[in-house]
């Protein structure tokens, strides 16, 4: 177990570096960040020092290594337009995005099991052929485009949810966070269903095919010999064994969350770090753009090797192979 | 029907009926293929709205009403009309106008045409790239296929918006960039689809036998390996196709994608996000739906590919 640990920290490791030398110097390469921050009618001495300070006059590698040397101590460099530390920018952003983040998670279980079981349950029924057809809806549906409609028939035409903004934030442990405040909550529903459309469809589908093997096996009609009811049946017997599926690719899909938060960021106005991205990268925003990056990469790198070991825990057949190997 | 060809039982009796007509007892893959596919009229029906898509597209010049990016043809005192009002010339606007007085129907047919462009481009030149990596990477072997798998999964492993958010933020703006970005998104899908695919060819007598004549390794890859994994490809391709349309859509919305001189379906959508709080719902609303049926077209015509042409499900 260990070793497999240890090859996968390795190989995240290398993950890493790879990312941050394709970022670093992809975005070092498009447009010269000097122009941003100098006006052509500077003085030609004032236009060095600012060149110097930020150090673009240093061939690139040596910017390359002192961003590195900087990064392991948690300085990503100030970003040139809100001239404040852009990790500091980015971290007082991420409850926002991970909070919208987790209300989708929710949304995908509380919501795709029941909907997934039940179609598995009864495969040939009316309404689980019209699950199954919502679900591919879901699947070839722009992430956007169902943001809009949601603004469009919630917020502009019923007028029952707020479409922009978090609302009103509590703090928690310093940390705002919308979910605990009425306003905030009714703040949080329309971007959180949006975000978590997708990740519904994935686990109804997973949870159909789960519960249409699972409800064939042998322990299930031993289940049922023995008496025992079909509710319990379902909730203990076949939701226990399709949970594995549904855990290993929701934790993988938490870190496409985050991503995907981006674009529902943007369309619900939510002050999150996708926003700031977008933000960013129309402006340029050198530091910024390379220290998101950088922290996403990091994170769906740490997301793959917990959920790889959650994995190992929740499945003995995993560990027992590696046991052996 | 079915009794005049008693040999072609294979593909169900429609289908039998229909080659016996016209042959007699034959049956080519071609037809085989046409009669699965006919099986969901739900797939047939897909397959040509996405050839009416395509048709309109190709056409746009022709069929629009006006030519929305011609100064001459737009006057803003025609802005945000709803649909079916008329102009101050006199025509009507079947689907509204938008903010600078377009008319909406018009910019649909060029921007689906620019949508459609992109996507199949870059889907095509991604193809054309991840073919040839996954062919050297089957048929090499060794560290060779390693080095590229291991980008391949590496690349496989974050989320294609993420990626090419990635891109564009290096790239930059521009209809030459968007589609390089596409492509690295996308190459990776291909690549692993045909060294997956090629691998089994690979271990099968007949790529031996051609291998034993002395035939040169770039033949034996390109005309008798190539061809034996076309199948997954295509539904591959097809299913990319319709992710980069919606991909390239959502980098237009978030303003990152193409300039506003080649406005596509997102960027029309993206213009009228802006209005649509003030009730212009129609400027968003239009080109939005014509964006949904591309995709979902072209998705049910992948959906039944890939069951048509996966010989474990073939009966």
Known sequence: MSAFILRRLFQSAVAVIVMSLLVFFGVSVVGDPVYMLISPDMPQAEIEATIKQFGFDRPIWEQYFLFVKNALQGDLGNSFIFAEPALKLIVERMPATLELALAAVLMAIVLGIPLGVYAGLKPHSVLSKTIMGGSILGFSLPTFWVGIMLIMIFAVVLGWLPSTGRGETVNVFGVPVSFLTLDGLTHLLLPAFNLALLKISLVIRLARAGTLEVYHQDYIKFARAKGLSSRRIVFVHVLKNIMIPVVTVLGLEFGNLVAFSVVTETIFAWPGMGKLLIGSIQTLDRPVIVGYLLLITVMFVIINLIVDVLYSLLDPRVRLADRGA | ?315
Not at chain 2, 40 to 50: E, G, H, I, T
Not at chain 2, 117 to 128: D, N
Not at chain 2, 187 to 195: G, N, P, Q, S
């Open chain 2, 1 to 315: 029907m079915s009794v005049e060809a008693p040999d072609a039982g294979l593909a169900g009796s429609e289908a039998a009926g229909e080659a016996g007509k016209a042959r007699g007892r034959v049956e080519t893959p071609l037809k085989r293929f046409v009669s699965d596919y006919a099986e969901s009229p739900l797939a047939v029906v897909a397959f040509f709205v996405f050839l009416a898509i395509v048709a309109v597209a190709l056409l746009a010049p022709v069929l629009a009403p006006q030519n929305p990016y011609d100064l001459a043809q737009v006057s803003v005192l025609d802005s945000r009309l709803p649909p079916g009002e008329v102009s101050m010339e006199g025509y009507t606007f079947l689907l509204g106008t938008d903010g600078s007085g377009r008319d909406m129907f018009s910019a649909i047919l060029y921007g689906l045409r620019i949508s459609l462009a992109v996507g199949v481009l870059s889907g095509l030149l991604a193809m054309t790239v991840g073919m040839a990596i996954g062919l050297v990477a089957a048929y090499a072997g060794g560290r060779v296929e390693t080095v590229i798998m291991r980008i391949v999964d590496l690349q496989l492993s974050f989320p294609a918006v993420l990626v090419a958010l990635m891109l564009v933020a290096i790239l930059g703006k521009g209809i030459d960039k968007i589609i390089i970005a596409l492509i690295i998104v996308q190459w990776a899908y291909y690549a692993r689809t045909v060294r997956g695919n090629a691998l089994v060819e690979r271990r099968k007598e007949y790529v031996e036998a051609a291998q034993c004549l002395g035939l040169p390794h770039r033949r034996v890859v390109f005309r008798h390996i190539l061809p034996n994994c076309l199948a997954p490809l295509i539904v591959v391709a097809t299913v990319q196709t319709a992710h980069a349309i919606s991909l390239e859509a959502t980098l237009s919305f978030l303003g990152l994608g193409l300039p506003p001189t080649e406005p596509s379906l997102g960027l029309l959508i993206a213009n009228g996000f802006q209005y649509m709080l003030s009730g212009s719902y129609w400027i968003s609303i239009f080109p939005g739906l014509a964006l949904l049926i591309t995709i979902v077209a072209i998705n049910l015509v992948g959906d039944q590919l890939r069951d048509v042409l996966n010989p474990r499900l073939r009966r």
